[in-house]
């Protein structure tokens, strides 16, 4: 007699689908965190080359400088916590293709230095992933910017909402007004770090929090990262301010680093 024919059942068929599912949630995750990677390192350094042949075209003064071209490199992000190898070149424009290459500068937001809002947004995950440890800032840690004339120092906000602990949160970094003015005056509700909706965009403001897109008298100098929360997933943006708090005019023998770079952890 014939042997009756094997019959599939359908929990059989669901287990196989989850786990050809969960094989190919694998290799997309090895293409983010991974094959993008190389991707991203290739055009970075491509990136740092033109920028140094750029800078090496003569010395431009900052206050004649135009906004660079989409795509094009303009500057160099230094965050000296995250070690003395963190560094990044950083894009104008924040669409795919300029984040492939690094953290890239939303247009219409003010420049290094300027008053206002230099905002930038990163990957958190592949593609470089220059913002991957963002979580991991504190309030006072330095930002450093290089441009072609100019380094200039950003420190990072209070994380605490409350006037008494934000002024003791940089009390060591920010002079008496500037730290008073973010503990108790207008940048009060301003965080070092904090999780929004991605449809928030009053975070790249010149006065962030607030709706005016106006670059006013008396504003200090923010500087803002953006990136995807949590990781691996879109839901949500971290958000982190910092304040400028030095300006230093490079010089030709190139040994004029600020401070900051040497808080290297």
């Not at 003395?84 to 894009?91: C, K, Q, S």
């Not at 504003?219 to 943006?237: D, K, V, W, Y």
Request: charged share 20%; net charge negative; hydrophobic share 40%.
């Amino acid at each position: 007699m014939p042997a009756a024919p094997h019959r599939i059942s359908a929990s059989q068929v669901i287990g196989e689908l989850l786990l050809t599912a969960g094989a190919l949630l694998l290799l997309f995750a090895f293409y983010e965190s991974f094959w993008t990677n190389i991707a991203s390192g290739e055009k970075q350094h491509e990136a740092q080359q033109k920028l140094e042949l750029q800078w090496g075209d003569g010395w431009v003064n900052p206050r004649e400088a135009k906004a660079p071209a989409l795509g094009d490199a303009f500057a160099r992000m230094y965050i000296p916590a995250f070690g003395p190898d963190y560094e990044f070149a950083i894009i104008e424009g924040v669409q795919e293709q300029e984040l492939l290459v690094g953290p890239g500068r939303y247009p219409d937001t003010q420049m290094p230095g300027e008053n206002g809002n230099f905002a930038v947004a990163g990957h958190r995950v592949g593609k470089g992933a220059p913002f991957n440890d963002l979580g991991g800032l504190k309030a006072c840690d330095a930002i450093v910017v290089e441009t072609q004339t100019q380094w200039v120092t950003y420190r990072v906000l209070p994380m605490s909402k409350q006037p008494d602990e934000r002024r003791a949160e940089t009390a060591d970094c920010l002079p008496g007004g500037m730290n008073e003015r973010v503990a108790t005056g207008d940048y009060g509700k301003v965080q070092g770090r904090h999780i929004t909706l991605p449809g928030d965009i009053d975070v790249v403001n010149p006065m962030p929090e607030t709706k005016s897109m106006e670059v006013v008298d008396g504003m200090e100098g923010i500087m803002t990262l953006t990136t995807c929360h949590p990781q691996f997933s879109n839901a949500e943006r971290m958000v982190v301010h910092a304040m400028r708090t030095e300006v230093l005019p490079k010089n030709p023998e190139g040994n004029s680093l600020p401070s900051a770079m040497s808080e290297v952890k």
